[in-house]
């Protein structure tokens, strides 16, 4: 795993505990020598992810359309910045130059783009883990609605071994690297 996608904040979020998150998952990163793709910008948990990796070394490569460059204050210190022209060529390139995926607390936006990339393993797409860094229980009833959806047989339980839940960086990066995909039909009626 050279590199890792991690999908989070533009908003720092209500509880501090998640932006010490960002920044220790991107010095962790650093310090494995793992690269930090992600959204581009520089506020928020994005930006502290960002900073963190950089202040200790690390590379940071940043996606982002500019349609957003203005609104998320594209980060100009990355290692590189790509401007693209739509959410959907940011969402191609970060898949392309990741190994695995990671979602950190977040909106609308980090789930859309975590729940894309989980339904590409899914469907067969990419073998690549995704992971969910579940600080301070923030993915709790998430993980609770999904598994509504595998008792009502909308998901099978497979399919949500696929992802990696921990509730620390070093927890969710040794998980993320001891993955190994279940066996599983690309999709099958349950």
Known sequence: MN??????????????????????????????????????????????????????????????????????????????????????????MMADLADAFVALPGGIGTLEEFFEAWTWGQLGLHAKPCGLLNVAGYFDPLLAFLGRMVDDRFIRPGHMEMICVAQTPADLLARLESFRPPDLPKWIDP
């Open 3 to 92: 590199a890792l996608c991690v999908y989070c904040g533009s908003s720092s979020g209500a509880d501090g505990a998640y932006r010490q998150a960002a920044a220790e998952l991107g010095r962790s990163l650093a310090r494995a020598g793992r690269t930090v793709v992600y959204g581009g910008g520089n506020v928020g948990l994005m930006g502290a992810l960002a900073d963190a990796a950089l202040a200790a070394g690390g590379r940071v490569i940043g996606v982002i359309p500019c349609s957003l460059a203005d609104r998320e204050l594209g980060h100009l210190g990355l290692t590189e910045l790509h401007v693209v022209a739509t959410m959907h060529e940011r969402k191609a």
